[in-house]
C-alpha cells in the first residue's frame, strides 16, 4: 500500500524497495512486485557455499533466488537487484557461478561489496579485495548483460540511494526513493 500511494501522490517517483525473503512466501512477493514499485532488491549477501555460515539459517540461496524470479515473473519491467559481500572466503568461481544463476534467472543489477566485520562476535574478514578485482567485477557483470553492476570496497546495497544516482541515465532515471526494511 505504501508503494501504491506513493505513486497515487507522486506519480514520476521511482522506488526501489529492499525486500525479505518473506520466509519464501511468494506471495507475498508477488504483491510486493506488482505494487508499482521500480526496483525490486533482495540481497543474497553471499555465494552458495557460505550461504549457510553468514546469513540467517531461515534464508537460503535458493530461496532467494525464488524470490528474485518470482518478482520478476509478476512484474517484467521491474529492475531485479541483488547485493554481494565479498572477503568473505569465496572463490572467483563461485562469483562468476553466482553471476551466472543471477543473469540465468534475470536479475537486472548486481552490487558487489567489501564485507567488514561489525563487530568481534561477527565472522572475520577473510580477504580486502583490491580496486582492482572489485573493476574486474564490474567488467565481467556488464559483459554478462547486467544492466548495471556497482562493485567496490565501499558499495553496499544502496550505493548512492540517498543522492538518487544509483544508476546512469536510461536504466531507471534522475530521482528515486528508497524504502528498506519492509516488514516480512
Avoid at 28 to 35: F, I, M, T, Y
Avoid at 56 to 72: G, T
Amino acid at each position: 500500500e505504501c508503494v501504491k500511494e506513493l505513486k497515487i501522490q507522486v506519480p514520476e517517483l521511482l522506488v526501489e524497495v529492499l525486500s525479505p525473503d518473506f520466509r519464501g512466501d511468494l506471495d507475498a512477493v508477488d504483491c510486493l512486485a506488482s505494487s508499482g514499485l521500480d526496483v525490486f532488491a533482495h540481497n543474497l549477501e553471499t555465494v552458495n557455499r557460505l550461504q549457510a555460515f553468514v546469513r540467517d539459517p531461515r534464508a537460503n540461496y535458493k530461496q532467494s533466488m525464488e524470490v528474485l524470479i518470482k518478482a520478476k515473473e509478476s512484474s517484467p519491467s521491474v529492475l531485479t537487484k541483488t547485493s554481494l559481500m565479498l572477503g568473505l572466503g569465496e572463490t572467483d568461481e563461485e562469483i562468476v557461478q553466482t553471476m551466472e544463476d543471477l543473469r540465468r534467472n534475470s536479475v537486472d543489477v548486481v552490487t558487489f561489496g567489501q564485507y567488514m566485520q561489525p563487530t568481534k562476535r561477527h565472522l572475520k574478514v577473510k580477504e580486502y579485495v583490491t580496486p582492482e578485482k572489485f573493476k574486474h567485477w564490474e567488467e565481467l557483470g556488464m559483459e554478462m548483460g547486467f544492466a548495471y553492476v556497482a562493485s567496490g570496497p565501499l558499495v553496499r546495497s544502496s550505493y548512492k540511494a540517498g543522492e538518487g544516482l544509483g544508476y546512469p541515465d536510461g536504466v531507471l532515471g534522475p530521482c528515486c526513493c528508497w524504502l528498506y526494511g519492509v516488514p516480512g
